[in-house]
């Protein structure tokens, strides 16, 4: 393909050596015709050397076209690294933002459930408390029957009533808790899954981080913006991984008391199983009424205990699910913090898309 610049400079340098022969036919002969024209190339050696002319300026003229390619094809190498820095800012901010919404709901998810736990809490400190009374009336009935051996026939159904009920409501107390339990063990899974998108999110942070320094070279500020944004994710993210972290204890923490919790129940609900049946025993034997009342009041002792150790295991639960709902709520705050950063950062993201620079020129 011939080069404007060439073309330009062999016509310059035809016109010279026409003009150049016109000039000196005329000046030697007179006139323009062709004779004189050839005789005129013929004895003038000035015209020899303004016969390079055309060679000249072409060979320049090729110069200047491969320098303006050179430059061309340099500008069109930026305009394609530029569009594709953009390219990847941006869809590394939308990932980000994508990210960032999916932890949000994950965490909004485990706010619930936290919240969800506080309410079973509040209702096991209501069973509780109509367990411990049920206790305490156990006990005074124990007391009362070890003055009243002798008429224990008489008093066995009075007796095992309260002794029933204390059963059911042990029995009421150990679902409570082991629904929070459930609870407990159900609030762990959301965590998992918001420690997969915390993960996720800070490979992503590196990976905004290693865009910025690939495209340090050609756009310093770029650079610094994106990481100056990674670095702010990752530390957000790292903060919200701290907070998840001791959500994660302390829910283990609440699993186990409420694992302890449930065993001393039950104990206590054997307790409460064997002094009915004791009392049923001293109906027919009423010989050994004062024995077994004695043993009656040791047992009532024992589900009074046992029922106290379940209470303290129902306080620690609920202590580990009031730190659980603020845990949550903490890391819903951090989750909505990091939801607005990547928001910001695909804004920009998009506006540096919509900027694109101008197409190369010559």
Wanted: aromatic residues 2%.
């Amino acid at each position: 393909m011939v080069r404007g610049h060439v073309v330009l400079g062999v016509l310059t340098g035809l016109l010279c050596v026409l003009v150049g022969t016109a000039i000196s036919a005329l000046t030697r002969t007179g006139e323009l015709s062709l004779a004189a024209l050839l005789a005129a190339q013929a004895s003038d050696p000035v015209l020899w050397v303004v016969d390079a002319a055309p060679f000249i300026l072409g060979t320049l003229g090729w110069f200047m076209d491969r320098g303006r390619g050179a430059v061309q094809r340099r500008n069109t190498e930026i305009l394609r690294l530029e569009r594709s820095r953009r390219e990847i800012a941006r869809r590394t901010a939308k990932e980000v933002f994508r990210r960032a919404q999916a932890l949000l709901a994950g965490v909004e998810q485990l706010a619930r459930e936290a919240r969800g736990a506080s309410d079973v809490a509040q209702r096991l400190d209501d069973v509780v408390a109509e367990a411990s009374r049920a206790a305490r009336r156990s006990e005074t009935i124990s007391a009362a029957a070890t003055g009243l051996a002798e008429d224990s026939a008489r008093t066995t159904e009075d007796s095992i009533a309260p002794l029933t009920e204390a059963a059911a409501q042990v029995d009421r107390l150990l679902e409570v808790v082991e629904g929070m339990r459930r609870v407990i063990g159900a609030l762990g899974e959301p965590a998992a899954e918001a420690r997969d998108e915390l993960a996720a999110l800070s490979a992503l942070g590196r990976t905004v981080g290693s865009v910025a320094e690939r495209i340090r070279p050609l756009d310093p500020e770029a650079a610094k913006v994106l990481e100056t944004a990674s670095g702010d994710a990752l530390r957000r993210v790292q903060a919200i991984e701290e907070s998840l972290g001791s959500a994660s204890a302390q829910l283990a923490v609440a699993s186990a008391v409420a694992r302890v919790g449930i065993d001393r129940a039950r104990s206590g609900k054997q307790g409460i199983d064997t002094a009915s049946e004791a009392i049923r025993r001293a109906a027919y034997a009423f010989a050994e009424s004062a024995r077994l009342v004695t043993d009656l009041g040791a047992l009532a002792r024992e589900q009074s205990h046992g029922l106290e150790g379940a209470v303290a295991g129902v306080e620690s639960v609920r202590s580990a699910a009031r730190n659980v709902a603020s845990a949550a709520f903490e890391l819903h705050d951090g989750a909505r913090a990091l939801d607005g950063l990547a928001s910001s950062l695909h804004e920009a993201a998009r506006g540096a898309a919509t900027d694109e620079p101008p197409d190369a020129e010559g």
